[in-house]
């Protein structure tokens, strides 16, 4: 792994980004950002200006806190527009006859399936194998070391916008930095979690809700089985305080934060005073909370009918949830009853590596929350690292060229 890794972690409202530093592959240190901007709306870039600026200042005051020069950045965006697609592809690994399926046939299987899916308009950030087809049997998670004529694979590309790609680069490479890869929102999370928690059967669902958007990643069986998002986000809460007591957006933000409650609060007959410019206004505490209550409502019902029909209508063991709107009094505990599933929070024990960094003196929940996809690209990033093809190839010298020589014998004659 790198000395120190660069994550950012690009949203509507605010960017964050934070630098590990590493010593004998173990955290040194880390350092936290967050600069606010609405550079971005719906995910998408709708100032590059403003984002460049924003940018520009968060790597100045991360560089000024760990005094570390930054090179290699890694980035994480929403899921929103990306283009998903299954590719299918089958290929013969003879012309007669069956021999063994090695390291090599797996790469070219996989390479065929992303030449298929080029697209000159949009540029694949990740591909991931969902299964392999074994002689027209399919389901086969690693199908190494069998015997068979033909190999398939059914391989989840992700790809954006080459204009979008383009534009990332572009500001990176103005401002000096190398993009070194992009991520997506809770895709390395949610497997690194079912795996920590051995939770290898069942539909699992994360949620991360955003300010303006909420990305969704599902995984079944331990197998990603939907990637996507839901125009909903904390922005949506805010707009619909303001509209309603007919107070600034930011304002409506603060009242939110400190007051919101999903409980509509029928037994609270309290009033919240506030001040917007020189005038004094008293928000009944009731009627915030039933503001807040209804529009959880909608969005509860708008998730209901994209998970039947985006995911299944299996039942769900268990939903995360990440993002700042996760904090709402309440929130939790209505999606449980509503959705009629468990449903928890992201919290510091899903990041094993920050056990022994005391980030939970130092850091609130809500804090943690601003840094979650900056935090889970580690996870990503050192799966990356590992070499599959390597890491399974006999020990010592002499083992691996018996290895290959099997091997060439078996694709030549």
């Known amino acids: 792994m790198n000395k120190n890794i660069c994550c950012l972690d690009l949203g509507s409202s605010k960017i964050s980004g934070c630098i590990l530093c590493f010593k004998n592959k173990n955290i040194k240190d880390i350092f936290f950002e967050t600069y606010p901007t609405r550079a971005l709306n719906r995910a998408k870039i709708k100032d590059v200006s403003k984002l460049t600026d924003a940018l520009s200042e968060l790597f100045s005051s991360l560089k000024k806190k760990s005094h570390l020069k930054i090179s290699d950045v890694y980035l994480n965006i929403s899921c929103s527009d990306l283009n998903i ?12 006859g069956c021999r063994l399926i090695n390291h090599s046939d797996i790469q070219k299987v996989k390479e065929q399936a992303l030449a298929l899916n080029s697209n000159w308009e949009e540029e694949i950030i990740q591909s991931i194998p969902i299964s392999y087809t074994v002689d ?75 300010a303006q958007v909420t990305d969704i990643v599902a995984y079944e069986d331990k197998r990603i089985k939907h990637i996507g998002s839901l125009d909903f ?30 409980s509509e609060g029928t037994s609270d007959k309290r009033e919240i005073m506030i001040k917007e410019q020189n005038s004094y206004q008293n928000i009944p505490y009731q009627k915030l909370c039933k503001v807040i209550n209804d529009k959880i409502e909608d969005f509860l019902v708008l998730l209901k009918e994209y998970f039947e029909k985006n995911i299944t209508d299996k039942k ?34 899903d990041f094993s590596f920050l056990e022994g960094i005391f980030l939970n003196k130092l850091f609130s929940p809500s804090q943690l929350l601003d840094y979650t996809n900056c935090l889970k690209i580690v996870y990503e990033i050192e799966n990356l690292k590992k070499e599959p093809f390597q890491s399974n190839l006999p020990k010592g010298l002499f083992r691996r060229v018996l290895y290959w020589l099997k091997y060439l014998y078996q694709e030549y004659f």
């Open 233 to 262: 986000g904390g922005d949506d809460l805010t707009e619909k305080i303001s509209d309603t007591f007919k107070i600034s957006f930011e304002l409506a933000e603060d009242l939110k934060i400190k007051y919101g409650s999903v």
């Open 316 to 349: 769900i063991e268990k939903i995360f949830v990440c993002g700042k709107s996760a904090l709402l009094d309440g929130l939790l505990e209505e999606m449980e009853l509503d959705l009629s599933t468990k449903v928890r929070m992201v919290s510091y024990t």
């Open 85 to 96: 697609r299954n590719n299918f592809i089958v290929m013969p690994l003879l012309e007669r």
């Open 136 to 210: 027209g049997k399919d389901g086969f998670l690693s199908p190494l070391g069998l015997y068979a004529h033909t190999l398939g694979i059914n391989l989840l590309t992700i790809s954006i916008k080459s204009s979008y790609f383009g534009n990332l680069n572009y500001i990176f490479d103005k401002l000096g930095y190398n993009l070194k890869d992009i991520h997506i929102s809770g895709l390395g999370l949610l497997k690194y979690i079912l795996e920590r928690e051995a939770l290898e059967k069942g539909l699992y669902v994360l949620l991360d809700i955003g």
